[in-house]
T-cell receptor, first 116, second 112 residues
Framework: NAGVMQNPRHLVRRRGQEARLRCSPMKGHSHVYWYRQLPEEGLKFMVYLQKENIIDESGMPKERFSAEFPKEGPSILRIQQVVRGDSAAYFC??????????????FGQGTRLTVV | QKEVEQDPGPLSVPEGAIVSLNCTYSNSAFQYFMWYRQYSRKGPELLMYTYSSGNKEDGRFTAQVDKSSKYISLFIRDSQPSDSATYLCAMRRPSNTGKLIFGQGTTLQVKP
């Protein structure tokens, strides 16, 4: 039973390029969450998605960042026109449903984005 | 003021010691409390999961929640070098499964 799969594990982009981060949730999980971890900081919530719906994007920067979770395929976190401050580890988590006690989220190994 | 405060450490202990890790929080709406372990350059791994106040034990790990004081703890008994990692507390409201609010994380080193 594969866990949450993220790719690529490492991504290097030049300033101004686009970064696409992919997340395949655990089998049977239909809820996906993206977090960002800056150096020496804890994880910060970015966005919560279900299939074809954005449920909560209160942690997403207003510009350049977008996320989707299509009916088929992985969830994508897209960062347009990257800047050096976007360099961080981006983690995806998934859960089988959105509410209730037994629906804790499981994390992937992360994508480490470096902007040069 | 951060919603969740956690001493970043680092914390260094000898093998076999009892380790106490703590977090305080300000939002009384939090009902679910978690501890994650994160090894260097890896994803967070769920260790303990507690609802409301009380204690929960799992092997060498014990989680405590004191909602009246807005204070949670993780105790590690008979600590091992393999416990060396960053420990993150996290919490959430009942209606938000994945929207976890994390502490900064405490880096623990257990020396042989």
């Amino acid at each position: 039973n594969a866990g949450v799969m993220q790719n690529p594990r490492h991504l290097v982009r030049r300033r101004g390029q686009e970064a696409r981060l992919r997340c395949s949730p655990m089998k049977g999980h239909s809820h996906v969450y993206w977090y960002r971890q800056l150096p020496e900081e804890g994880l910060k919530f970015m966005v919560y998605l279900q299939k074809e719906n954005i449920i909560d994007e209160s942690g997403m920067p207003k510009e350049r960042f977008s996320a989707e979770f299509p009916k088929e395929g992985p969830s994508i976190l897209r960062i347009q026109q990257v800047v050096r401050g976007d360099s961080a580890a981006y983690f995806c988590a998934s859960s089988p449903s959105g509410q209730g006690m037994n629906t804790e989220a499981f994390f992937g190994q992360g994508t480490r984005l470096t902007v040069v | 003021q951060k919603e969740v405060e956690q001493d970043p450490g680092p914390l260094s202990v000898p093998e076999g010691a009892i380790v106490s890790l703590n977090c305080t929080y300000s939002n009384s709406a939090f009902q679910y409390f978690m501890w994650y372990r994160q090894y260097s350059r890896k994803g967070p791994e769920l260790l303990m999961y507690t609802y409301s106040s009380g204690n929960k034990e799992d092997g060498r790990f014990t989680a405590q929640v004191d909602k009246s004081s807005k204070y949670i703890s993780l105790f590690i008994r008979d600590s091992q070098p393999s416990d060396s990692a960053t420990y993150l507390c996290a919490m959430r409201r009942p209606s938000n499964t994945g929207k976890l609010i994390f502490g900064q994380g405490t880096t623990l080193q257990v020396k042989p």
